[in-house]
């Protein structure tokens, strides 16, 4: 029961967190440009919070495993409020890039609460990864609609207020039901960024397939506006609709469906078909006559998503020792902020060459990801050689 209250504490910071981001996304573009910035600008400035994640999620995940989970995620989520309320006050470009970088420092508490829930569960690691997957899935698909209307009655400064106001609440719910653990035994050893990708065993190949997933992900959000305007003459409209339904069907399958996925399927065999729902999802979109086939893709591929994320979170967990899991989320972080950094910019590239060319790549990566995804038996051998426990 208590480890239910605990991640009941982190489900509803997630969701507070996430929805108060997610307030911003029908805005900042639209404002910016309002402010008169061009488009180089714009992309610059929204993706500086990806660059700032990719620098300080592994340190923060390092300082949680040194000082434990709690102080890290209110500090974090604090900083999250601090970059939502400096928004409500923007008044330029300036300001927004301010709020931007603040958030992206802030950002590393979804990786350390992911870090939290690892602790609390030695098994069915899978299903506990999907549900606090479901509660950032829920603040980001409820966050943008109520974003929109706030921005509609009182600009930025309604917006702000108020998703700032999501993220301070997180903050203290983590501050009152969260326990205050004592990390566990630290080595002296002094760790780099990535001593962790050095040190075990084939760790480095189940990451390398997490990253490229965040990747082809990155890629398909990059271009999928302009590739319904190009095929099928569509707009933000439809770009709405499927993103919100993708979104919805993914909280669905991290909720519900992927406790009994654990249940009957090994973790390594989830994730290959996993990827290979993803791949087969990104090659329908550019070849799809009508919107009806996009759905179908958006279903293959967004039921794919949402078992390969959680699942591969658990197999990487699963070969690091206690205490240092801090350090692995925030790698992991750093990971699908470096595809959300640079995924937009390649699919862009690739789009004006050939409609279809970044979807393709994109489905060929996800091939390639399915193929790395060690089997079954190579999984068990990889787990003997894991980092062990401390004494």
Request: hydrophobic share 50%.
């Amino acid at each position: 029961m208590k480890n239910t209250k605990v991640e009941a504490a982190l489900w509803s910071l997630a969701f507070l967190d996430l929805l108060g981001f997610g307030m911003l996304i029908p805005d900042a573009q639209i404002r910016l440009e309002s402010m008169g910035s061009k488009g180089w600008a714009i992309g610059a400035i929204l993706s500086s919070m990806f660059l700032v994640q990719v620098l300080v999620s592994s340190a923060w995940g390092r300082l949680s495993d040194r000082v434990g989970r709690k102080p890290v995620v209110v500090i974090c989520t604090l900083l999250s409020a601090t970059a939502m309320f400096i928004y409500a006050k923007a008044e330029n470009p300036a300001w927004i890039l301010a709020s931007r970088i603040i958030a992206g420092l802030g950002a590393a508490n979804i990786a350390v609460a992911q870090a939290y829930i690892a602790d609390l569960n030695a098994t069915k690691l899978v299903s506990a990864m999907g549900r606090i997957g479901a509660a950032v899935s829920t603040g980001l698909i409820a966050g943008p609609a109520l974003g929109g209307l706030l921005s509609s009655k009182g600009g930025n400064h309604l917006l702000g207020l108020v998703a700032g106001g999501c993220s301070l609440v997180g903050a203290l719910t983590a501050w009152v039901l969260l326990p205050s653990v004592r990390p566990t035994k630290q080595s002296t050893k002094p760790r780099g960024t990535l001593s962790l990708l050095r040190e075990i065993k084939y760790l480095p190949r189940v990451f390398g397939v997490i990253a490229v997933g965040w990747l082809s992900l990155a890629t398909l959000e990059g271009t999928f506006g302009r590739l319904l305007k190009n095929n099928l003459g569509m707009g933000a409209m439809e770009f709405g609709w499927v993103f919100s339904y993708e979104s919805v069907l993914g909280l669905i399958v991290q909720a519900f469906v992927l406790k009994w996925i654990e249940s009957k399927v090994h973790p390594t065999l989830a994730m290959r078909l996993a990827y290979l729902c993803m791949g087969l999802g990104l090659v329908v979109f550019p070849f799809s006559p009508n919107l009806g086939v996009i759905f179908l893709g958006s279903t293959i591929y967004a039921f794919g998503s949402a078992v390969a994320n959680p699942t591969a979170n658990a197999l990487c967990s699963s070969l690091v020792s206690k205490e240092r899991q801090g350090e692995l989320f925030g790698l992991l972080q750093s990971a699908r902020s470096f595809g959300f950094l640079v995924g937009p910019g390649i699919g862009g590239w690739l789009f004006d060459r050939h409609v279809s060319s970044p979807y393709v790549g994109a489905a060929l990566i996800c091939l390639a990801a399915m193929i790395a995804v060690p089997g079954q038996t190579l999984f068990e051998k990889i787990n003997e050689s894991a980092e062990p426990e401390p004494a």
